[in-house]
């Protein structure tokens, strides 16, 4: 079945389209939106791998001039040495502004390919094709991209728009269980934040990679992100419930140098931990914690803080989070399942949500 969502942004309207078995077809429709324009992919290694013979048979089908520019895989990726790389190959490219730039793959992709599109020429057009869970269910739609310092995760970003937005839901089919989980925390996140059906749904649902049913699932993450980028492009209002869970897994990222936890299990380490805190400071209802924890286990999440970990070096690295202002900080918490808000703090406070 074929969903389409259209973005209106104040910035760009765009198109969403989920549907199973894009991108075999996916060469067709890039040469019908870009004739005539060079297309520079980029990717990184696991794809290649993977979808490599497709892939350049996609393009081949484009009928444009096109490049690949192939990134190790992994969250190191996301770095301004790897932006230097990246602008060199479009660069020799002859890439101009009439051009386009296609990011193939996760988060990690997405979003050091957003940043390039956004910043090389003071902007390329830029198409999403999200090849992971998360980047279908979050990443992909809302134009945030970024790159990593080693002080902190996102540090550094724009807000730039795609063009388009193709998700292929059968993408999933090769992810491991390591992977679908990691998409699974952000899922988990948009439930309880603004869907109580949803999450129900997910407490009942037995079987997360049936074909129709993640692609039923994906429509309606991407259509609850759409209601928030609409209202808050900028991420100073509804849309901040989007971090709910990730000021703390941001933190817990970097403190493991992005090698042990992902982060869709960061952020699911994350959400439980702040809610078992602002559950018994009587800022979330009963019981709230206890059905997340259900949940995030029956899905393989991580439910705890890692054993021995640092508490005051990950409050510290908490507060070097993007969405600290001055001395406050903005959490995300949960009224109850179905329902976030945002709770400012001071900096003196974010160890009572660790502790």
Not at 19 to 41: R, V, Y
Request: proline residues 3%; aromatic residues 8%; charged residues 25%.
């Amino acid at each position: 079945m074929r969903h389409s969502l259209t973005i209106n942004m104040k910035s760009r309207k765009y198109q969403v389209i989920i549907e199973s078995g894009l991108f075999q077809t996916i060469g067709n429709k890039l040469g019908e939106h870009f004739a005539g324009k060079k297309i520079a992919l980029i990717t990184d290694e696991n794809i290649q791998k993977i979808y490599g013979s497709l892939l350049k048979k996609q393009l081949n089908a484009s009928h444009c001039e096109w490049e690949t520019i192939i990134l190790p895989a992994g969250d190191t990726s996301k770095s301004f040495d790897t932006l230097t790389v990246i602008y060199k190959r479009l660069i020799d490219f002859q890439i101009t502004r009439d051009d386009v730039i296609v990011s193939l793959g996760g988060g990690v992709v997405g979003d050091i390919s957003g940043f390039a599109a956004a910043t090389f020429l003071r902007g390329v057009e830029f198409v999403q094709i999200p090849t992971t869970l998360i980047g279908q269910v979050d990443s992909s739609i809302g134009g945030k991209n970024s790159v990593n310092l080693p002080e902190g995760k996102n540090l550094v970003g724009t807000f730039y728009q795609p063009t388009f937005v193709y998700i292929d839901p059968d993408f999933v089919k090769t992810l491991s269980d390591y992977h679908m989980a990691d998409g699974m925390a952000e899922i988990i996140k948009y439930a309880c934040v603004a869907d109580a059906d949803l999450f129900s749904d997910l407490i009942r649902m037995n079987n997360y990679r049936d074909a129709k049913l993640i692609e039923s699932i994906i429509y309606r993450c991407c259509l609850i992100k759409k209601q928030m980028i609409e209202h808050d492009e900028k991420d100073q209002g509804v849309r901040m419930l989007t971090n709910f869970g990730h000021t703390i897994g941001h933190a817990i990222e970097n403190l493991y140098d992005y090698r042990i936890y992902g982060h869709g299990q960061a952020v699911a380490i994350g959400m439980q931990t702040i809610t078992e805190h602002s559950e018994a400071m009587g800022l979330t209802r009963i019981n709230t914690s206890a059905m997340l924890k259900e949940l995030l286990l029956e899905y393989g999440l991580p439910a705890e803080l890692p054993p021995g970990i640092d508490r005051e070096l990950l409050a510290q690295t908490m507060m070097k989070d993007k969405k600290r202002r001055g001395n406050k900080m903005n959490l995300v918490l949960l009224e109850k399942i179905g329902t976030g808000y945002i709770y400012p703090i001071e900096k003196a406070e974010i160890r009572k949500f660790i502790d």
